[in-house]
């Protein structure tokens, strides 16, 4: 939704992600604690989340937070399982952004952390830029390893890579999920990748094929990250993952009846 420029009505808001609920996915990125100056579609968050029927779920709810108040706020409920981060490892980016340097991030992801085991919450980090960046800042797959190790070292529990503006291909997804997995047993690795409809599968099936078992997707593709760049390139449609799994015999445990009717519903909320 922080992708849209016009404001989705909080009820509709509302009415959309209590659909998804229904479904039975296992984590649901609900809404973000962030500044409403910045990021003014996610202005009603509180009220949103205060309005979710969480009574005959078990789907876990992640916020979204870029600095340590967004933080705060968002562990003081109850409701909020996960706090996800956006940790670039592009300078640019992450300035752009968070408003802040990769080594005051990094600072903030300790804070949070900290935060998150002192409220029973989990922090998420996401590598965004994870395969890439188009602003000439230093990638490579090294570059995502130190990070990484980092991360380790505080004892964060999961990790997505972030292919935040779609320039991630089957090579250095298979790289990066292969070797990570293996160097890190105690990590859960997602896969948060951003495409176009004539290239997910093959991306998805390279991450699945080195043992990535966590994806985010949204319904359609739907959106993009507006701090990345002017021409967004959309995120993982779920019908795909769904499609995929199906393909694959796996069994996901989703009320694909559920599944419509949220897909049906998001034709009205995303106008």
């Known amino acids: 939704m922080q992708g849209f420029s016009h404001f989705i009505p909080t009820d509709k808001k509302i009415e959309y992600i209590n659909g998804l609920l229904r479904v039975g996915f296992d984590t649901l990125d609900f809404g973000s604690f962030v500044s409403p100056k910045i990021i003014p579609q996610m202005r009603d968050t509180e009220t949103v989340l205060q309005n979710l029927d969480l009574s005959a779920t078990n789907t876990k709810l992640l916020a979204i937070v870029a ?9 003081s409920h109850s409701a909020v399982n996960y706090l996800g981060f956006p ?3 592009s300078e640019t980016f992450q300035v752009r952004n ?4 990769i080594a005051q991030s990094f600072e903030n ?13 989990e922090l998420v980090i996401y590598i965004s830029m994870g ?17 990484v ?10 990790i997505s890579l972030s292919d935040t503006v779609g320039v991630a291909n ?27 409809q004539d290239n997910w599968h093959e991306k998805v099936q390279a991450a699945w094929g080195n043992g990535c078992r966590r994806f985010d997707g949204a319904i359609k593709g739907f959106g993009g990250c507006p701090m990345a760049d002017d021409d967004l390139v959309g995120n993982m449609p779920t019908e795909f993952l769904i499609q995929f799994m199906q393909e694959n015999n796996v069994e996901t445990g ?18």
Not at 98 to 101: I, L, P, R, V
Not at 149 to 158: H, P, Q, R, S, V
Not at 177 to 190: M, R, S
């Open 170 to 196: 089957p090579e250095t997804i298979s790289y990066l999920f292969g070797h990570l997995i293996k160097k890190y047993p105690n990590i859960e690795f997602g896969a948060h990748l951003h495409t176009r």
């Open 98 to 101: 968070t408003n802040s340097t």
């Open 87 to 89: 940790f670039s490892i």
């Open 67 to 75: 600095n340590n108040q967004g933080a705060e706020t968002a562990v």
């Open 131 to 147: 395969f890439g960046n188009h602003y000439g800042d230093p990638w490579n797959t090294d570059v995502v390893d130190e990070w």
């Open 254 to 271: 989703l009320d694909i009846a559920a599944f419509e009717k949220s897909m049906l519903l998001s034709t009205t909320v995303f106008i």
């Open 149 to 158: 190790d980092k991360m380790a070292g505080l004892d964060i529990k999961t």
């Open 109 to 121: 992801v300790k804070y949070i952390h900290s935060l998150c085991k002192d409220n029973g919450k």
